[in-house]
């Protein structure tokens, strides 16, 4: 059974610092995608990660996918205010019709 | 750009009406989805629809059915709302099930009291 996993679950932090999200996944799969959620809000697609080593950025968002070692990272650069949601990573599985297994989000608070 | 749209935001029903919740797409995607989300539970899939006609369990199927009687719109049915039903209802689509990109509708909070 594939399993998606995030961490952190949480993370607050100040305007203009760096971090890494991470996403893990259980079985083998050679796309991730990820979302962004406002409060209150629906799902948004961020970016499509379609194969190993690929990279994608928009603006101070960068996510990566390294399908060996079943891991993708979103690292938000410079972080802004605006940036605060819920960040979302999901991953297909072929062995199931495709669905999306969805990690379980990470709810980042960026303070000015 | 993919629009979905749903029939509700916010709706308030009591237990044991049959509650209808739309969701169209105007992109010509194959696959829909509906999906419950709720606080610490994360997203959970109910039903989805690869074609016309065609559905599949999710992982939370009971106390629902769906309905796909055109491409562009996937109807959630619950046929005898209860308490716990109690959720933000997430319908979703992607073009094919090779790319799967997920397009979401603003989402329908529904209360059943």
């Known amino acids: 059974e594939l399993k998606v996993e995030q961490n952190p679950l949480f993370l607050s932090m100040q305007e203009g610092k760096n971090y890494t999200i991470y996403c893990n996944y259980s079985?083998?799969?050679?796309?991730l995608y990820w979302y962004r959620q406002d409060p209150g809000k629906s799902l948004e697609s961020l970016f499509v990660?379609?194969?190993n080593g690929a990279v994608k950025q928009e603006g101070r968002l960068m996510a990566s996918l390294d399908t060996k070692a079943r891991l993708s990272t979103l690292h938000i650069t410079a972080a802004v205010h605006d940036l605060s949601a819920t960040y979302f990573c999901?991953?297909?599985?072929?062995?199931?019709?495709?669905?999306?297994?969805w990690g379980a989000g990470t709810k980042l608070i960026i303070k000015p | 750009d993919v629009k979905v749209t749903q029939s509700s935001r916010y709706l308030v029903k009591r237990t044991g009406e049959k509650v209808f919740l739309e969701c169209v797409q105007d992109?010509?995607?194959?696959?829909m989805f509906w999906y419950r989300q709720d606080p610490g539970l994360g997203l959970r899939l109910i039903y989805f629809?690869?074609?016309?006609?065609?559905?599949e369990k999710g992982d939370i199927p009971e106390g629902y059915s769906v309905s796909r009687e055109k491409k562009e719109r996937f109807s959630l049915i619950l046929e005898s709302a209860s308490t716990n039903q109690t959720s933000m209802y997430l319908c979703?689509?992607?073009?094919?099930?090779?790319?799967?990109?997920?397009?979401f509708g603003p989402g329908t909070r529904l209360t059943v009291l």
């Open positions: 999901a991953v297909d599985d072929r062995t199931s019709n495709y669905q999306l297994i």
């Open positions: 079985t083998t799969s050679d796309r």
């Open positions: 990660l379609l194969s």
């Open positions: 992109m010509d995607h194959e696959n």
């Open positions: 629809s690869y074609d016309v006609k065609m559905k």
């Open positions: 979703a689509s992607c073009r094919t099930a090779s790319y799967n990109e997920q397009f």
